[in-house]
Nanobody
Framework: QVQLVESGGGSVQAGGSLRLSCAASGIIARGNRMAWFRQAPGKERDGVALILGFTDITDYVDSVKGRFTISRDNAKNIMYLQMNSLKPEDTAVYYC?????????????????WGQGTQVTVSS
């Protein structure tokens, strides 16, 4: 049984930093394409950052490039999202995802497994 558990969300002021964690069980993080998504109230769940299996190649949406860093600790089977220079528009529930069908990584329909989400609130 695959389980993804996010943690690390919270409330920060603009310009601050947070690190999100996604602990995976029932799936080997290292061998899987995994991603972070976020969903603001009334909006779609959109891809934020991707890390490929084995190669650890990463990709980001333009709005977070240079501010967010996705990484993975293979020994602990945990994926991270380091978020720096946070802006109010980054406020959302953040989800980790795995079990990709291999399509567009930004499409939430491409993933089978999801965590429960962690709230990130950035105040101005």
């Amino acid at each position: 049984q695959v389980q993804l558990v996010e943690s690390g969300g919270g409330s920060v002021q603009a310009g601050g930093s947070l690190r999100l964690s996604c602990a995976a069980s029932g799936i080997i993080a290292r061998g899987n394409r995994m991603a972070w998504f976020r969903q603001a109230p009334g909006k779609e769940r959109d891809g934020v950052a991707l890390i490929l299996g084995f190669t650890d190649i990463t990709d980001y949406v333009d709005s977070v490039k240079g501010r967010f860093t996705i990484s993975r600790d293979n020994a602990k089977n945990i994926m991270y999202l380091q978020m720096n220079s946070l802006k109010p528009e980054d406020t959302a529930v953040y989800y980790c995802a795995a079990g990709s069908h291999g399509g567009d990584w930004r499409d939430n329909r491409d993933y089978i497994y999801w965590g429960q989400g962690t709230q990130v609130t950035v105040s101005s």
